[in-house]
T-cell receptor, first 115, second 112 residues
Framework: GAGVSQSPRYKVAKRGQDVALRCDPISGHVSLFWYQQALGQGPEFLTYFQNEAQLDKSGLPSDRFFAERPEGSVSTLKIQRTQQEDSAVYLC?????????????FGSGTRLTVV | DAKTTQPPSMDCAEGRAANLPCNHSTISGNEYVYWYRQIHSQGPQYIIHGLKNNETNEMASLIITENRKSSTLILPHATLRDTAVYYCIVRPTDTGRRALTFGSGTRLQVQP
């Protein structure tokens, strides 16, 4: 596609509910990243995939957060038993290479509100 | 990754040049300087990057000091659409750590 697509654009979840956020990267992009952005803060890294391999998940805040990219294209970020502190914008980015010289293309994000 | 320091906010008059500074005094030889911006309700957008030479593209110019401890992003003729948060990021060439580390950035307000 022309850009990175994320869905849904907005999600309201009741505390304790499970949610799944989807990311469609640019076709052929090898690298895919998830970030969490709290209100008024810069994006914070959650996890990184190279094709279907999850190479870095050091930023996932708890074991309630799980990400997958089974076929090396679309990725899903799942949050189990959501809590109010999970309210944030979740951004996905993809890149054609992990090397320097290639910019990352970000989606517009999913705004999650936990009530 | 080297830490960056940016002013929290800046104003600029429409049509004038916007000069956004960034300090990265602990930058190492294999680290590039990247600039991204984030317009309200959108994801960050790549602007420009460089290693030690000055760079220019259709969006902006990047001036890196000779000792590489600081840099300046220049928007030559700012418009209202340039109002955004601008992030300066340093990143190694390839150490296996591939994520971008964002700070708090500079909120640029372009005034009419």
């Amino acid at each position: 596609g022309a850009g990175v697509s994320q869905s849904p654009r907005y999600k309201v979840a009741k505390r304790g509910q499970d949610v799944a956020l989807r990311c469609d990267p640019i076709s052929g992009h090898v690298s895919l990243f998830w970030y969490q952005q709290a209100l008024g803060q810069g994006p914070e890294f959650l996890t990184y995939f190279q094709n279907e391999a999850q190479l870095d998940k050091s930023g996932l805040p708890s074991d309630r957060f799980f990400a997958e990219r089974p076929e090396g294209s679309v990725s899903t970020l799942k949050i189990q038993r959501t809590q109010q502190e999970d309210s944030a914008v979740y951004l996905c980015a993809s890149s054609s290479s992990s090397g320097v010289g290639y910019g990352y293309t970000f989606g517009s994000g999913t705004r999650l509100t936990v009530v | 990754d080297a830490k960056t320091t940016q002013p929290p906010s800046m104003d600029c008059a429409e049509g004038r040049a916007a000069n956004l500074p960034c300090n990265h005094s602990t930058i190492s030889g294999n680290e590039y300087v990247y600039w991204y911006r984030q317009i309200h309700s959108q994801g960050p957008q790549y602007i420009i990057h460089g290693l030690k030479n000055n760079e220019t593209n259709e969006m902006a110019s990047l001036i890196i000091t000779e000792n590489r401890k600081s840099s300046t992003l220049i928007l030559p003729h700012a418009t209202l659409r340039d109002t955004a948060v601008y992030y300066c990021i340093v990143r190694p060439t390839d150490t296996g750590r591939r994520a971008l580390t964002f700070g708090s950035g500079t909120r640029l307000q372009v005034q009419p």
